[in-house]
């Protein structure tokens, strides 16, 4: 009897105790059911990050921008591609040419960030624009000697310099997320090892990847990118078999990243792409065509003139035009040593129409004048330049029926000039313009003629300071002053003074105007936003 109590106690424990653990169970089972559901509305309701990569401009355009779509995918962002883009601009009636085009765009396809740019064969200009707004955030350039190292060296570094400005972008308000990603593929060129000693691309240099549990973090670029992701036909650095193998490792976005080679480049060894200033590159145009209205003065003025045999002059307003012109061959193909090698010339041209007179008073007359150079002109880095030329400045009054203007002498300067200048930007849009030079005169006309100072010698300088401000990609509207001025040493023997020829010790000779011109550019690498 008593073994039968117990045992019925016993069962009446056990099962409560069992239907503790059942009701435990069942409660933990719950609440991870609802933390993964919780999980999968937070996934489901992360927006993906999508890049718009724009058909660059210029030769080797595809090469690159297979680069930049690849680094968009190895850090975890869907890349919308060129011919994508191009359709929806088409069915939105919109171009590619402002802030706003470019916005509609993303708000279509829901894209961050586009990537646009310039490429020639030796240099690439990308801008990265925010996809809510449209405008740009930042823009780097990349050089090196020939398109395939050009190609290797943007994807090495392309995440490390617009990664940041790609992180920091959004899509606008409103976007559509519905609409897939079309596959563009372009194979990568060049991975499989980079000639003349280059450092081997990234698929060469990285580790093997690993498959995340979750997307990460965008990387803002002020850190080491982790392993990207293992491809699926071995392991990074191996040698693709056939371009196929290329274009599906592009398709799926899992080739590696372009960071890696970056971070674990030897130290101390220099990177093919030169950092941008301030985001904006410099503006190095193969033609430059600027003509415009000038205001120019004049004033000759003797120098220890003790008998006042000489009358001094002035004309205090001449309306001048004037034409000035650059041109560098070689920079209508790529750069380097030659491209910064070009012609250079100006001609000034004084309208007929202006009269002038001595300062000691006298009838007026028709003043003539003209000036010019022409010569070689050199770029040096940084928008630094030299120039030699030979130039001449001629400036003559005109005698009229019954008028002797004689006491101001023709002036005819002919000369070699050498100097230097810089042409660069101050911002996107403004371009900053000094110039100096030394003039050797040869002659000088005829204040150096047998009844003036057969003996003189000359010499001169000029310099001047303007403004640029550039409207487009081919129109820039310049506004400046320049200063040319001629310092004559008469060498007066006494002789001549016993003969009863002129004397005084010198002359300064000054010329000086205030211009705006507006210039005609044709600059392959220029980006103007």
Known sequence: MHVREHRAASCRVSCRGAGRRTVATAIVLTATLGIAAVGLRTAEAAPPRRVGVVKLAGPGEKAIRAWVMRAAKTNRYQVVGGEQIEKVARKQRVGLDSDASFEVIARALGITAFVTGQVSRQRATLTVRDGSGGAIVDTATWAAPDPRRLAISVGRTFWKRLGPAITRSKAPSG????????????????????????????????????????????????????PPEKSEDGEAGR????????????????????????????????????????????????????????????SLS?????????????????????????????????????????????????????????????????????????????????????????????????????????????ANYQFIRGGAGVRRRLSSNVMLMAHG???????????????????????????????????????????????????LAFNVRHDDFLNGARTAGGAVDLYSEAWVALAFLIAPDARVP
């Open 302 to 410: 003797y120098v220890d003139d003790r008998y006042d045999m000489n009358s001094s002059y002035s004309l205090p307003r001449a309306p001048i035009v004037g034409v000035d012109a650059d041109f560098f061959p070689a920079a209508l193909s790529g750069r380097g040593v030659l491209a910064s090698v070009g012609v250079t010339g100006s001609f000034e041209y004084l309208l007929p129409f202006v009269k002038s007179r001595p300062f000691g008073g006298g009838p007026e007359s028709t003043t003539r004048g003209l000036a010019g150079s022409v010569g070689l002109k050199v770029r040096l880095p940084a928008g630094f330049y030299v120039t030699g030329a030979v130039g001449d400045r001629f400036y003559e009054l005109v005698d009229k029926p019954n008028v002797d203007p004689t006491d101001v002498p023709t």
């Open 239 to 298: 040698e693709r078999q056939d371009g196929a193998d290329r274009a599906g490792d592009e398709d799926d976005g899992e080739g590696p990243g372009t960071e890696s080679t970056r971070t674990r480049r030897p130290a101390g060894k220099r990177s093919d792409a030169p950092a941008a200033t301030a985001g904006v590159e410099q503006l190095d145009e193969a033609l430059s065509v600027a003509i415009g209205p000038r205001y120019g003065l004049r």
């Open 437 to 487: 030079a030394y003039l050797h005169c040869l002659k000088l006309g005829q204040i150096a003629g047998a009844s003036y100072y057969p003996h003189a010698k000359g010499a001169g300088f000029e310099a001047g300071l303007a403004f640029g401000f550039l409207i487009s990609s081919r129109f820039e509207v310049r506004g400046g002053v320049d200063v040319q001025r001629f310092g």
């Open 175 to 226: 976007a559509k997320l519905d609409v897939a990603p079309e596959n563009e593929t372009l194979a990568v060129e060049g991975e499989e090892g980079a000639p003349g000693g280059e450092a081997a691309p990234e698929e060469e240099s990285a580790p093997p990847p690993r498959v995340a549990a979750a997307p990460p973090a965008p990387r803002t670029g002020s850190r080491r990118q982790p």
